[in-house]
């Protein structure tokens, strides 16, 4: 499937970075939709160096699933509001940019 997002990143790349997808063992934040993924639930979970920040980001498997779907590029914790501006509306509400008309 190509990738159908209109936006585009400029950030630089990670200077470097590591890649899981472990089970959770206790309730995490989804650094994208706010939700609690839950223990038992498969989560991608990435360490890495960005711009001299170390850090960690957890994000759930649908988040995951729609960034790999929509999203040729992006930057952790940002998501919602990248389908905010691509696409107009919000993935984790509903709410699209007619709402607020």
């Keep these: 499937m190509e990738c159908a997002c209109i ?9 470097f970075h590591l890649v899981r997808m472990p089970r959770a063992r ?3 934040v989804c650094c994208e939709c ?7 639930e498969h989560y991608e979970q990435v360490t890495g160096q960005w ?7 957890k994000t759930c498997a649908l988040c995951v699933r729609i960034r790999e ?3 040729c590029t992006w930057e952790y914790g940002d998501l919602r509001n990248a389908l905010w501006e691509c696409l107009g509306f919000d993935y984790v509400t509903g ?6 008309d």
């Excluded at 936006?7 to 200077?15: S, T």
């Excluded at 706010?34 to 038992?40: Q, S």
């Excluded at 711009?51 to 980001?57: F, K, L, N, R, S």
């Excluded at 709410?95 to 607020?100: F, G, K, L, S, V």
Aim: contains cysteine.
């Design 34 to 40: 706010g939700e609690t993924i839950l223990p038992g």
């Design 51 to 57: 711009d001299g920040w170390v850090g960690t980001c």
């Design 69 to 71: 779907d929509w999203c």
């Design 26 to 28: 206790k309730p995490h």
């Design 7 to 15: 936006c585009n990143y400029d950030a630089d790349p990670p200077e």
């Design 95 to 100: 709410e699209t940019i007619d709402d607020n």
